[in-house]
């Protein structure tokens, strides 16, 4: 405002000066006709009366700048003003005019990007939540009101009065998330997956919160049939890798029936056979313990002891000190989750040393286990698909370990969650109830 004062100011003197500058050489041009005092006197009377005029006509044209410029600061872009003057009050008034176009025209682009941003947060599938540093919903889209408010607009309302209507477990999941974690929640009588994140940012000096969550099921879905076609595929390679040997064996066997002198072979045939029997066998029983999961059978066990025993088959970190109290879990189950979750943090990619257990007691009285490296963490694709029985990144891998992993911390009723750290590399967290 100071610096279009001074400009307007300037704008002012210009012309006037000019009109005053060239009135009193007219009137020094009569010098010699007049006398004394009494022609000066006229001189300026002249001037005056040549400058009035002007002078309230300047003040008018500033007087709506004025205005015009006031209404800029209001906000309101759409004063223009119509003045025919070929001096610098014109031309202030055209850069006047100019400014107003340009605010008017970018406001008019705002306005469409917010247009389209906003057909787009409301077309998108992942319910988006974003909450000013009151706590208060400033933004929701469409999915965000169909998954956390029966289809009603949540803005103005709390974040934790929104949560607290949704129910528990989804609620706490999208509370707890720090960046993107993964987790199922049953709703409706159905289990979803969801993939939820939390992002926070600096808005007009304030911190804002993003909440992000993303219904997983129908992409799961289309991956499941892909497990499944995956999982065969396995079954038949594996079939195949010890039919075909034990096949070819049986007739070689039948050859020497033929020829006794070629008995000493049938030992070796045999070994062979026995041999390809017990490979299939035991990837039998691989899958069968994920497809027949016995029920746990909970006892009061220290998770000192159970960190103890399975740090004898892969080593690994403890990070704090543990819990005093026993957890009630199903030992042997407990260990194979944790098997498995080590043995991924250390397939990782990671220093070795990084790979960490650690164990504390929930708000809810539970525990909460976590593995955590400094691996490659999981992509977007990998994130989704990981818990999908058979999925695997790994060319000797059998994409059972977190899905059976899984399985078992829920038959605990508790829940498994995957999610980037800060940082690099990969935490899985077991939440396991109280007794
Ligand atoms: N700690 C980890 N860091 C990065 N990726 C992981 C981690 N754990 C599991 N994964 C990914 O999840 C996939 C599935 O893991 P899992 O079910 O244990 O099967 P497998 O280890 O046999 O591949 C892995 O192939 C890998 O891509
Ligand atoms: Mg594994």
């Known amino acids: 405002m100071k610096a279009t004062g001074t400009l307007l100011a300037l704008a002012l003197v210009g012309p006037i000066a000019a009109a005053a500058a060239a009135t009193t050489v007219a009137a020094l041009g009569l010098g010699p006709l007049a006398t004394g005092g009494a022609g000066l006197a ?32 209001a906000g309101d872009y759409s004063l223009r003003l119509a003045v025919d ?12 005019n100019q400014i107003g176009d340009t605010l008017r025209d970018e406001r008019r682009d705002i306005f469409q990007r917010e247009l389209l941003l906003d057909t787009l947060l409301h077309g998108v599938p992942v319910a988006t939540l974003l909450v000013g540093h009151s706590g208060r919903v400033l933004f929701s889209n469409r ?10 607009r949540l803005e103005g309302h709390k974040i934790a009065d929104v949560l607290a209507a949704a129910p528990a477990e989804l609620a706490e999941a999208v509370s707890s998330a720090e960046s993107d974690a993964l ?33 997983l099921t129908p992409e799961l879905r289309r991956h499941e049939v892909e497990a499944w076609k995956n999982a065969v595929r396995i079954v038949n390679h594996e079939l195949n890798n010890s039919l075909a040997p034990i096949r070819s064996l049986v007739n070689s066997a039948r050859s020497v029936l033929d020829k006794p002198e070629h008995r000493h072979r049938l030992e070796e045939i045999f070994a062979t056979v026995a041999e ?30 159970l960190l103890e025993r399975v740090r004898h088959l892969c080593p690994f970190a403890v990070d704090g000190p543990l819990p005093s109290a026993p957890a009630c879990i199903d030992p042997s189950l407990m260990e194979q989750v944790l098997i498995n979750l080590v043995k991924n943090a250390r397939e990782s990619g990671g220093p070795l040393d990084e790979v960490k257990v650690s164990v504390r007691a929930g708000a809810d009285g539970g525990f909460v286990l976590a593995v955590v490296d400094r691996g490659r963490g999981m992509d977007e694709e990998v994130l989704r698909r990981a818990l999908v029985p058979f999925y ?29 750290r800060a940082g690099g590399g990969l935490a899985v967290t077991c939440r396991l109830p109280p007794r």
Not at 277 to 305: C, E, I, Q, T
Not at 393 to 404: F, N, W
């Open 85 to 96: 003057r070929k001096d610098e009050l014109g031309a202030l008034v055209d850069i006047y």
């Open 276 to 305: 390809r029997v017990s490979h299939l066998a035991a990837f039998l029983d691989g899958y069968a313990a994920f497809a027949r999961l016995p029920a746990p059978r909970k006892r009061d066990v220290l998770w000192a002891d």
């Open 392 to 420: 695997t990144s790994k060319p000797q891998g059998t994409g059972l370990g977190l899905p059976l992993s899984s399985e078992i911390v829920e038959a605990h009723g508790g829940r498994l969650h995957l999610e980037n």
């Open 143 to 152: 999915a965000a009101r169909q998954l956390l408010g029966h289809g009603r």
């Open 183 to 215: 987790f199922s929640v049953r709703l409706d009588g159905e289990e979803e997956t969801f993939k939820a994140g939390r992002r926070t940012f600096q808005l007009g000096g304030q911190q804002h919160t993003l909440y992000l969550v993303e219904r």
């Open 42 to 73: 006229a001189a300026l009377l002249v001037t005056l009366a040549v400058m009035l005029p002007a002078l309230s006509g300047a003040r008018r044209i500033l007087a709506a700048l004025e205005d015009g410029v006031r209404s800029f600061r």
